[in-house]
């Protein structure tokens, strides 16, 4: 069982900059796909990026440019950069940790963290 905790979401204006964190705890998770999923009011949960146990990244391309995900398998983390931050990126982000072992899948969520981009 893996448990995530973020941390680091709140209000910022647009254009500013905010770091989310996610800590992993009860197993490691360097052979986990790390991800950052967000949910804005009234819709559906959608991927920000994805890093995989490399150092393969993928993002939504509304992000592109402006965020950066990494993760650090030593400290058991996954953050996420975001920059030039916007009104839209207003979301509840969650970190997401998942893999397929044995044919068997496993994917845990965390609470979530409100980001609230506002003037």
């Known amino acids: 069982q893996v448990q995530l905790v973020e941390s680091g979401g709140g209000l910022v204006q647009p254009g500013g900059s905010l770091r989310l964190s996610c800590a992993a705890s009860?197993?490691?998770?360097?052979?986990?796909?790390l991800g950052w999923y967000r949910q804005a009011p009234g819709k559906q949960r959608e991927l920000v990026a994805h890093?995989?146990?490399?150092?393969?990244?993928v993002y939504a391309d509304s992000v592109k440019g402006r965020f950066t995900i990494s993760r650090d398998n030593a400290k058991n983390t996954v953050d996420l950069q975001m920059n030039s931050l916007n009104p839209e990126d207003t979301a509840v982000y969650y970190c997401?940790?998942?893999?397929?072992?044995?044919?068997?899948?496993?994917?845990?969520w965390g609470q979530g963290t409100q980001v609230t981009v506002s003037s």
């Open positions: 009860g197993s490691t998770v360097s052979s986990y796909t």
């Open positions: 997401n940790a998942k893999r397929i072992l044995d044919n068997r899948p496993y994917n845990y």
């Open positions: 890093i995989f146990s490399g150092i393969i990244t």
